[in-house]
């Protein structure tokens, strides 16, 4: 059973930064498309960020690139978020996932994944 576990979260100001982890069991992450995904209150969830597992390239959504970092560290089987700069926007629920896909790139939908996290609350005070 794949099991994703996030953690990391917490409450900060407004320029602050967070690393948010994504641990796995059950699934061998370094050979699955990781993502980052976040739902803040009233909002759809949304893609943030992934990691191909074919080719490494990582993506980024708009609004976080040149503020979020997306990283793997394989032998830990796990996935980090570190997140600088951080603004009141970025407040909502960060989840992970992980989906085979041995195909160059990676997709940042909803519906692209199979597995999930439970997700970690982060908040952003101005």
């Known amino acids: 059973e794949v099991q994703l576990v996030e953690s990391g979260g917490g409450l900060v100001q407004a320029g602050g930064s967070l690393r948010l982890s994504c641990a796995g069991s059950?699934?061998?992450?370094?050979?699955?498309?990781i993502a980052w995904f976040r739902q803040a209150p009233g909002k759809e969830r949304e893609g943030v960020s992934c990691?191909?597992?074919?080719?490494?390239?990582?993506y980024y959504v708009e609004s976080v690139k040149g503020r979020f970092t997306m990283s793997k560290h394989n032998a830990r089987n796990t996935a980090y978020l570190e997140m600088n700069n951080l603004k009141p926007e970025d407040t909502a629920v960060y989840y992970c996932?992980?989906?085979?896909?041995?195909?160059?790139?990676?997709?940042?939908?909803?519906?692209?994944?199979?597995?999930w996290g439970q997700g970690t609350q982060v908040t952003v005070s101005s």
């Open positions: 990691i191909s597992s074919s080719d490494g390239k990582i």
């Open positions: 996932a992980a989906d085979f896909a041995p195909i160059l790139g990676c997709a940042m939908g909803t519906t692209d994944y199979g597995s």
């Open positions: 059950g699934v061998t992450l370094a050979d699955y498309d």
